[in-house]
């Protein structure tokens, strides 16, 4: 029964997290970062902030009475993480809903599953969950093997790309994706998805956090919400400093205040995005709380995430013209990864 409920809490959090662009396509006439980055203070500051107070007993007592390392390493963490959210976002904005996060999540996946056994193997002396040690267990073959068959489902969901430009004109194009790019968002789904990979390393940095959390009387069930507030401290840094320094570069400051548009709507919606966005974390943290495999649980909600936005770009017509061809070439590479998506989380549970 717990394990069933792991799963549902990942499928909410599925859910919201492959939802949580939606919101941004109703604000009218502010710039890109304008909208990201009032979204961002609710998914990074605000809600963060608010859903620890109401489930962690004395949160900030915690952070404050934790080691400096830890709270470092949560933090950096956060902040390499905020270039891949950030990078997520133009993937987004450049490729669409289905064929954005599948490449940038399938990256996110192989990465999160490659690095940490490479990190082991080059400075540290342990000569466990390495990725030599990968080499040689059944556990770590099957996961190299999820690592390549996602690699192979991002190459066919470029393909898929690719044949999208070459069938469709600028303005079919601009229908379903109004700034699609196809060489753009390749190259910022490949950055967003290798540095995503960092959340979930944040988590377990501040690992530390959840169990005070859980040993001053708090649901084990919210205690990951403690980690939230500084991990997601190091993304808001990185967002805000790159939205600024396009609001100066664009001088679309006036956004925020610019009555000429639709302002009540555009700062609900864009708050309703970012408030969607912190929902696919707290329910995440739920779900990691009953299945108690940082690495699977990983892998499941990603998983779920591919699925719903995948199903969210073909609702939204984001293929609407193309061949049956290209049309089956996205199906394909979307399956393809999340076959791989299984692979890899069926690897990492033979570890249990």
Known sequence: MQAILGVIFHFIGGFASGSFYIPFKKVKNWAWESYWIVGGFFSWLIVPFLAAWITVPDFL???????????????????L?????????????YLGMSLGMSVALGYTSAFGALIPPIYRDLFTSNTEHTFTAMLHSNSGLMVLAGVAVCLLGIAICGKAGVMKERELSDEQKKEGIQEFNLSKGLIVATISGILSACFNFGIEAGKPMAAVAVEM?????FQNNVIFVVLLWGGLTTNLLWCVLLNIRNKSFGDYTNKKTPLVGNYFFAALAGTTWFFQFFFYGMGESKLGNGASSWILHMAFIILISSLWG????EWKGVSKATFKTILAGVLVIMLSVMLVGYGNSLND
């Open 81 to 93: 993480w905020g270039i891949g959210g950030l990078t997520f976002g133009l993937a987004m904005r």
């Open 314 to 317: 073909f609702t939204l017509r």
């Open 217 to 221: 009387g708090g649901n084990p069930l």
């Open 61 to 79: 007592k915690i952070i404050g009475q934790t080691e400096s390392e830890t709270l470092f390493w949560t933090y950096f963490m956060g902040v």
